[in-house]
């Protein structure tokens, strides 16, 4: 007689639009955790929420006709609860259905002492309980958007025939410059003769060299995993932890991978919009108010393309007082970065051909023998978003610069002979899991998109 | 007038059985890496593998047509290149079309030392080379259909609206005893105050604890990543890196998980089936003649279900000289468990309710006091393939528990409020990702599933 519904199955059922038998459905079961509970005295109202959608049902239970009124109103903000009852629309409502409870069971009450009583926390008060923010609003939707973006991704990439590899975490490599790294070991000094691996081992900073290996067989690939870097530094956008997708395209040029990069953006803006609607609605109502319209913008306009020369000339005409001084050859700013795309541009921009000094050793270098094929995708808003590059694939070329930068061979010879044995023109780029969340939802530090962040001296659990 | 195809376009054209003109598509442009080259003077024949595919496509040359016929002869395996050509459908010959090039490029020469040639080689030599393994035909159905099944977990959880949660690879739990672990760090010494997190810090052994947080929240959640063991222990199922599937489901019990797990065990299946069927072949033909038989079976059984205590008598009753002598209370051994499964049931069975003493502490205690809601899944030619249980939920006996088995609980506090904070049944399982591969292709070692193998004293790249 009671149908086992969730909470999503009652909401996409009303908002179908389509018409249904309420006298099918008059009787359904649920469960889910307590958000609120208040009584009167002869009615009750518990907000459910069972962890499948974003809103709560109203559940209503009269004094007249639930046999455990006063145990049931008693009932605590984060207990777990088994709702029996009848299933009511309410046209005029907030809420467009509401269950009259005929039976309510306590499943595992909830202490005095939960965290998240109805009071609204600061950010950094729920950092130290993240075992619990989830079931805060923010986290709750955070956390959802964060899965729902992680298949976005891959949904783009596999409906286009990617390979999705999983490069080492564990990696001899040790990064070449990309930043600090941690070590992996089970020893307690530097005798790495004898440590695990008979080596020194580090935690991976990037699994773009590893998926290169693969992109040479199978032709279009993608990493989508986790990355670590020891920099000791507290700022809002930087992670210990954190994840990166690299996608690596074998027989193409940098216009190719700036068409890749727009085309998987403007993807996982549709995809969020589509399957997370309540999700981003929370985050437009109550974190960032332009959030929606940015990323609609950005999936609606055309990524325009820009060399690093034509910027630095702009930077240098323009009419604003910048705190750091344009001149070719340095590293942007993000003030730089921003007045391309928000006053220059208005929109999305691929900056290209940056000087080879400041990029990383596996670009390409230009026919200028200045600068190297490398893009950095700007949005409005943050300024940089992704950063790709075409690979060096001439392997005379990638040895000079490697000496050039001092850089010790002898542990990338696997990746130099890439370029030996039937190496061909290929580009990549990386974007950064979190930043992107950052960016999509306005969240301002990228501790409150992870799950359990990770950053100097702070490892909760 | 020459238009781009891939491979498998062209395969999945002309395999597609519908009709299509060939004037259409005339002239054709692909690239990709030579596999074999061989010519007698007059005629050559190219097998071009471009990544997309697992079967290659014949590029065939004239010394008559093509100008640069003596380059094009001497074009070595593993070479790039870039062929513009006459599309054929060849009805009688052994592949259903070829390419006659018009024009045949080198993209990237391949040097004569690579290590690739036409000959077998031992999968011990590939391990020394995986950045050029994945070119040969074992490797490169593996790490297609490692991709496939990849997308299978996330396409099962997510249509069935799971999320999908980034537990943490660096955490402050030490594991439990689950295993030996690889430290963290950023120091050269064991002055734990100093180093990067303040406190001494691990790679995970399993997900489980944090998803059980997530899983409060969400309902229906699970994580797919890397997880390390630093057992220093050299056997062909044990990589000290590896991938596991950690689904969570909250108000289910152990009944609820062995449905979930039957489902997802036979979607991946069926998946991988439809999904790489020209790799799944070649495992059939090539590695384990039985490996198509196994899983379909394994697809179209109904999983039973026994008691672990069922299993003890039925092996002691059991006309079998064992290895290792039967009575309650031990672990299982492979060889009974392959008995159980292959000459009692004949088919994958569950064992369920496990001696509490070989089972770990957070598994749900049963009303006997002797053993706990666990579950094993054990299947035809290989024993275990995933292990679960119903969690405890209840505090005081979590509690208890953790002191039998003598584990410091500070560190777990967090773990054990769960079970305050509206705690309910739940329920979970693990999946090692490589060895479902292994068991799904009949590769016998672990070292042969996954990319970069990690393993003691083996770091490669």
Redesign the interface.
Known sequence: MFEFM?V?ELYEMVMSGEEFETESLEYVEL????RTNRDNGKVGFIALN???YFRNCQVVYLKETLDNYDEVKRIST???I?VLGKFKLTPEAKQPFEIEATQVVI?????DD?PLQKKRHSFEYMREI???R??ANT??AM??L??VL??AI?EFF?SQ?????????????DGEGAG?M?????I???DFDKD????E?F?TVTGQ??VE??C?????VYTF??A?R?E?SNTSRHA??F?MIEPEI??ADLEDDMDLIEDMVKYCIEYVLDNAPEEMKFFEQMIDKDCIKRITHVRDSEFKRMTYTEAIELLEKADVKFENKVEWGMDLNSEHERYICEQIVGGPVFLTDYPKEIKAFYMRLNDDGKTVAACDLLVPGIGELVGGSQRE?RYDVLEKIMDEKGMAKE?LQ??M?????????HAGFGLGFDRFLMYLTGMQNIRDV???P?T??????
Request: aromatic share 20%; charged share 25%.
């Open positions: 969730t999503r469960d889910g955790w307590v069972d962890g499948t984060g207990s777990a088994r499943e595992g009450a909830c202490d939960f993240p075992h619990l989830p079931r986290f709750y956390f959802r964060r899965s992680s298949m891959h596999q025939g990617f390979v999705y590899v999983h490069t080492p975490l564990i990696t001899s490599n600090e941690f070590r992996a070991t089970t307690d000094n530097t695990f691996f008979g080596k081992a935690l060299l590893h290996a693969f040479m067989a199978f032709r279009d995993g986790p670590f020891a000791n210990s932890e994840w074998a027989f694939e542990g696997w990746y002979d890439l370029r030996r044995f039937g190496g061909c023109k992870e799950p359990f990770r100097p001296r702070n490892l909760k659990f």
